[in-house]
């Protein structure tokens, strides 16, 4: 820890202290890599070397909350933290084709628990690209894959707190390989995107669990208006109101073979290793402070399910198969109060219903954004109903407070 606060002390002075102008109209320091989006109202802190040899870009976010959580048959509980603190560098080295992005992560929310014989959560994205012309962008790291529409989105740039249920369970997240993306976005004519990757399968910073089986992705974004304003597709909410109708629609396939966790790139391990496959379908509308969302994810294995501990028949884990929809609209008015509301559908799959449960949750959230999805505050009021196997049920709610600033 001391060695990671003297490294942001350096990178800190070293801002303070570079003397470079940088003119954005002519060298413009956000660059915007496919494989890694997040969303930034301003263009964080830029450093071009005299001979613009290199050029690294800083910026920080944070979001703190505060909840009132009441699950049925506990008493209630209030829980504050520093759920996400994320600190990322860009830019380019020798050529501008030649990128790079690094994301580290602080929270605990995001490091997780420190568990003997695995690696600590801080790295997020490390990952080099090679980028020849505004159609093309190659990467080699790790980072996200393209995957289901709210994942690939920075947490950053959510309209309510935190992502859904179905996210939770079947998002494809961030993995270690290499990345392919075909970008053809215009303003308004119809646009489209063809992403692949082949990664390792096994989730980020996984160390000494190789394996004979990869991850495939594929992933298809059509925009039949054209392209959002202001890559609009990465983040939620019409904060820009879209001047005229914009619409994505978008589908990817992953098949991970002999996967070693319970949810593919993320859960615990399991005792015998799976091969999963992944069907994550998005829709994303905007106009006039109108946002509409709808999604499908799925999960499925062909080798069964559960996994048994071959040492200990009492012991098991299984993949977490199934599907669901999320259902999300929103309005943001001409003083940036935005009205939201989701609904989300959760059914686990034949093989672990009795392990379990589906759920259906609502969520509704009023969020101030005093500069876009940089600076805002959010509140939200959640409910879930999960249904068992043996027919009981139980319902669960929290209402939050969360405020989001960064750079």
Same mark, same amino acid.
């Not at 915007?32 to 969303?39: F, G, H, I, N, V």
């Not at 699950?71 to 020798?94: C, I, K, S």
């Given at each position: 820890m001391k060695k990671i606060i003297l490294i942001i002390t350096l990178i800190s002075a070293l801002t303070i202290s570079a003397q470079v102008s940088i003119e954005q109209t002519?060298?413009?320091?956000?660059?915007?890599?496919?494989?890694?989006?997040?969303?930034?109202f301003g263009k964080g802190i830029g450093i071009t070397s005299p001979d613009s040899l290199y050029q690294m870009n800083i910026r920080f976010r944070m979001q703190n909350r505060v909840s009132y959580i009441e699950?049925?048959?506990?008493?209630?509980?209030?829980? @504050?933290?520093?759920?996400?603190?994320?600190?990322? !560098?860009? #830019?380019? =080295?020798?050529n501008p084709k030649f990128l790079y992005a690094l994301q580290l992560s602080f929270a605990p929310g995001d490091?997780?628990?420190?568990?003997?014989?695995?690696?600590?959560?801080?790295?997020?994205?490390?990952?080099?690209?090679?980028?020849?012309?505004?159609?093309?962008?190659?990467?080699?790291?790790?980072?996200?894959?393209?995957?289901?529409?709210?994942?690939?989105?920075?947490?950053?740039g959510l309209q309510l707190t935190d992502r859904t249920i179905n996210n939770a369970k079947f998002t494809i997240d961030r993995d270690f390989g290499f990345?392919?993306?075909n970008m053809n976005e215009f303003k308004n004519k119809f646009s489209y995107n063809f992403k692949a990757a082949v990664s390792g399968g096994e989730g980020r910073n996984q160390t000494g669990k190789a394996d004979d089986g990869i991850?495939?992705?594929?992933?298809?974004?059509?925009?039949?208006? @054209?392209?959002?304003?202001?890559?609009?597709?990465? !983040?939620? #909410?019409? =904060?820009?109101?879209e001047k005229k109708p914009k619409l994505l629609l978008s589908g990817a396939f992953q098949q991970n073979n002999h996967a070693q966790r319970t949810q593919g790139q993320l859960g615990n391990d399991l005792f015998e290793r799976r091969t999963m496959k992944s069907v994550l379908l998005d829709a994303m509308f905007k106009y006039a402070g109108w946002a509409g969302m709808m999604s499908y994810m799925s999960r499925t294995t062909n080798e069964g399910a559960i996994t048994v501990n071959p040492e200990d028949s009492t012991q098991s884990n299984y993949v977490y198969v199934g599907n669901g929809f999320d259902y999300q609209a929103s309005y943001n008015t001409k003083s940036n109060y935005e009205f939201i509301a989701r609904y989300s559908i959760q059914n686990v799959g034949h093989d672990i219903q009795a392990l379990a449960p589906n759920i259906r949750e609502y969520s509704v959230g009023l969020t101030k954004y005093i500069w876009e999805h940089t600076f805002k505050i959010q509140g939200e009021l959640n409910y879930d109903n999960l249904h068992y196997f043996d027919g009981s049920s139980k319902n669960n709610w929290y209402l939050r407070f969360q405020v989001e600033i960064g750079i």
């Open positions: 002519k060298q413009d320091n956000d660059i915007k890599l496919s494989a890694l989006p997040y969303y930034s699950n049925e048959g506990e008493n209630g509980a209030y829980d @504050g933290q520093v759920r996400r603190l994320r600190l990322r !560098f860009d #830019g380019y =080295v020798g490091v997780g628990e420190v568990k003997e014989g695995e690696n600590i959560n801080i790295i997020r994205d490390a990952v080099v690209f090679y980028r020849p012309n505004k159609f093309w962008n190659i990467s080699f790291g790790q980072t996200k894959l393209p995957g289901n529409r709210q994942r690939v989105n920075s947490s950053g990345q392919v993306h991850a495939v992705t594929g992933k298809v974004e059509l925009f039949p208006f @054209g392209a959002f304003t202001k890559d609009g597709t990465y !983040f939620e #909410g019409d =904060v820009i109101r």
